[in-house]
């Protein structure tokens, strides 16, 4: 190889790094919500601190704690245009839910857009309808192709919210998706008021909440980041 030609690859590795390092600065950095021991960012709805009678930190884990009086959590930071990602474990029968773009809540146990956590397997052969299966948005819009893993074994979970634009998806699968402004959307949520309103939801954002239904379950790898508001959105 002549000292030229090797002069020429070696500018080019200079400029695909560079490159690299420039499109790496750009992407959005994911911010931990969980370090696995202490749970700082979040608290119990309507509470300021975090329910230890609840919810327990075990093995790098927040767990629900079974059998007692529900408490939801809520994230003690608000998203607008955010993704959100988490694994989560089910033990047999139980179910959960995770809540997003949800105002302070004005009751103990609120209600909102709400992607489903749940054991599809019930006693006596009851059916799951398809609009609260896992990865659903409950009681609305129902998932397509849901590859869920079997109730013990962990699943991840990520939400999508670019202004008006959802999704919803489930072990690297997206599932579903939609828009706030669906009438499908819109229409019952508003119903449940709460100040569940689609325009302040998009302009303001909102809170997390992580579902206890008095089921096990168990969340790892709790982590979030804040995205850029699209082009298209922009005024």
Same mark, same amino acid.
């Given at each position: 190889?002549?000292?030229?030609?090797?002069?020429?690859?070696?500018?080019?590795?200079?400029?695909?790094?560079?490159?690299?390092?420039?499109?790496?600065?750009?992407?959005?950095?994911?911010?931990?919500?969980?370090?696995?021991?202490?749970?700082?960012?979040?608290?119990?709805?309507?509470?300021?601190?975090?329910?230890?009678?609840?919810?327990?930190?075990?093995?790098?884990?927040?767990?629900?704690?079974?059998?007692?009086?529900?408490?939801?959590?809520?994230?003690?930071? $608000?998203?607008?245009?955010?993704?959100?990602?988490?694994?989560?474990?089910?033990?047999?029968?139980?179910?959960?839910?995770?809540?997003?773009?949800?105002?302070?809540?004005?009751?103990?146990?609120?209600?909102?857009?709400?992607?489903?956590?749940?054991?599809?397997?019930?006693?006596?052969?009851?059916?799951?309808?398809?609009?609260?299966?896992?990865?659903?948005? $409950?009681?609305?819009?129902?998932?397509?192709?849901?590859?869920?893993?079997?109730?013990?074994?962990?699943?991840?979970?990520?939400?999508?919210?670019?202004? %008006?634009?959802?999704?919803?998806?489930? %072990?690297?699968?997206?599932?579903?998706?939609?828009?706030?402004?669906?009438?499908?959307?819109?229409?019952?949520?508003?119903?449940?008021?709460?100040?569940?309103?689609?325009?302040?939801?998009?302009?303001?954002?909102?809170?997390?909440?992580?579902?206890?239904?008095?089921?096990?379950?168990?969340?790892?790898?709790?982590?979030?980041?804040?995205?850029?508001?699209?082009?298209?959105?922009?005024?």
């Amino acid at each position: 190889m002549n000292g030229c030609y090797a002069k020429q690859i070696g500018w080019l590795a200079v400029w695909v790094m560079t490159t690299l390092s420039i499109v790496a600065a750009d992407e959005p950095e994911w911010k931990p919500l969980f370090d696995g021991k202490f749970p700082i960012h979040w608290r119990g709805v309507r509470m300021p601190h975090f329910p230890a009678q609840k919810w327990t930190i075990q093995a790098g884990m927040i767990k629900t704690v079974p059998g007692v009086e529900p408490v939801d959590l809520v994230s003690r930071e $608000r998203f607008t245009n955010f993704e959100f990602a988490v694994e989560w474990r089910l033990a047999p029968g139980a179910s959960s839910g995770i809540l997003y773009l949800l105002p302070e809540p004005a009751k103990h146990r609120p209600e909102g857009l709400e992607y489903v956590i749940q054991d599809a397997n019930r006693p006596k052969g009851e059916a799951v309808p398809p609009e609260k299966q896992t990865a659903a948005l $409950r009681g609305w819009l129902a998932p397509t192709n849901v590859p869920a893993k079997p109730v013990g074994e962990w699943n991840e979970t990520r939400i999508l919210v670019l202004t %008006n634009h959802v999704e919803h998806w489930l %072990n690297n699968q997206k599932v579903l998706e939609f828009e706030l402004n669906d009438p499908k959307v819109k229409e019952p949520l508003e119903k449940l008021g709460n100040s569940l309103n689609v325009e302040k939801m998009i302009l303001r954002g909102g809170y997390l909440v992580l579902r206890h239904t008095g089921t096990e379950v168990c969340f790892r790898n709790l982590q979030a980041r804040h995205l850029p508001i699209p082009e298209s959105a922009k005024p």
